[in-house]
């Protein structure tokens, strides 16, 4: 397809009342998801009410909390031993749940920090208990995944702590950090859950606020494995407690259940369409065609994280100067392209483009760096 007729199918898009949304999140859902949800508002499956009016101990909401966590565990095949926890808080009541369920007063835990959310995680724990940084990419602006032999891991430490994807920066891990012997690896998975297969037995607990690839803001997803429930100390409120939420099937109070609902509807979704092997390859493509466009400029475009860091979620860069950064953000935006400017620290530009994120509009977004381009170079 041309790059004019691909710019001409975004602003048609535009037109009929939708737009292609790059915001890194609350972020774009999946349109059949929607659909379902306009369909299911006022009668949820013959109950003569919405799931957002419905009792959270009724028997539609039970199945519908079940399926939600049957889905998670199957696109992740998450093994038997691990417990799948709903939760409120975001990803940042984690930064503070992690030290408090998982790090005992006499012990210490490894960070590893790669970008903003990774320093706010250390600074939360630290609060709360003794912490380290096993390393940090900070010296080079972030822009990349420090090596295994890098990290100063410390054998006795409590937990290692990382961040799999850094959605201001736009770095990724593709291979998980190595933990010691004995040392579980935690990993706030925030901007890339769902995103490609894991081996979950690699992890002690990973967690995630859904509003990015998994559904919409207000549910957070814990995956813990067993025997580290039995590190939470006594006497813990309850809503800060892993173990008491987790006996309690997420339901010891009222859960984010309209949230529950939606993340049930995005996970059949991405099982219907060939789970998270599938959902890898859509995710790669997509990214392959905006780093293919920076690559491909010249230097006109300039990617902030280094190549073999590069995320496949947020993909960040920026153009010769701010003015034109601005005057790229105004015609996108003209043609439906909505959400793109980086986040402050960052500058430039920065493409969220999510599981649900359609390719249409990657391409649409690469016709535009063509055309750009072509124009003010
Ligand atoms: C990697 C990462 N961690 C944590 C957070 C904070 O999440 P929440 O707003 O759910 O607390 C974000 C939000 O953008 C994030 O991208």
């Not at 709903?86 to 007063?105: D, E, R, T, Y």
């Not at 959310?117 to 390393?135: M, N």
């Not at 439906?336 to 500058?347: A, F, M, S």
């Amino acid at each position: 397809m041309s790059t004019t007729t691909v710019l001409q199918k975004a602003a048609g898009y535009k037109a009929a009342g939708r737009v292609f949304n790059f915001g890194a999140g609350p972020a774009v859902m999946p349109l059949p998801v929607l659909e379902q949800i306009q369909q299911e508002m006022l009668n949820y499956k013959g109950t003569g009410m919405s799931v957002l009016e419905m009792s959270h101990r009724s028997a539609p909401f039970e199945e519908i909390i079940h399926q939600t966590e049957a889905n998670i565990r199957k696109l992740y095949n998450i093994p038997s031993n691990y417990k799948v926890i709903f939760l409120q808080g975001g990803a940042s009541l984690q930064f503070a749940m992690v030290p408090i369920n998982l790090l005992a007063k006499d012990a210490s835990a490894d960070y590893i920090i790669t970008g903003s959310w990774s320093q706010t995680a250390f600074k939360e724990a630290k609060k709360l208990g003794q912490v380290r940084a096993a390393a940090s990419s900070e010296s080079t602006g972030f822009d990349r995944i420090p090596a295994q032999s890098e990290l100063q891991l410390d054998p006795k430490a409590a937990y290692l702590h990382f961040t799999s994807n850094n959605t201001i920066y736009g770095t990724e891990w593709f291979e998980e950090p190595v933990a010691p012997e004995g040392v579980p690896l935690v990993c706030d998975a925030s901007s890339d859950i769902l995103s490609r297969p894991l081996d979950i037995s690699n992890y002690g607990l990973i967690y995630g606020g859904a509003q990015k690839n998994m559904g919409p803001a207000g549910l957070t997803v814990v995956i813990i494995r067993e025997d580290l429930l039995a590190r939470t100390p006594a006497n813990l409120p309850a809503m800060l407690d892993y173990r008491l939420l987790s006996d309690k099937g997420s339901l010891h109070n009222t859960p984010p259940t309209f949230a529950i609902y939606a993340t049930g509807l995005v996970t059949n979704w991405l099982l219907e369409n060939g789970g998270l092997a599938e959902t890898e390859k859509r995710n790669r493509a997509k990214a392959t065609l905006l780093y293919q466009a920076i690559d491909n400029s010249q230097g006109f475009y300039k990617g902030h994280s280094q190549p073999d860091s590069r995320s496949r979620m947020n993909v960040t860069f920026r153009l010769p100067n701010e003015n034109l950064d601005k005057t790229f953000i105004k015609e996108a935006a003209a043609l439906g392209l909505e959400g793109i400017k980086g986040y402050r620290t960052v500058g430039g530009i920065r493409a969220s483009i999510y599981n649900a994120f359609p390719y249409e509009g990657v391409e649409a977004l690469a016709s535009l760096m063509k055309t750009f381009q072509e124009k003010n170079s």
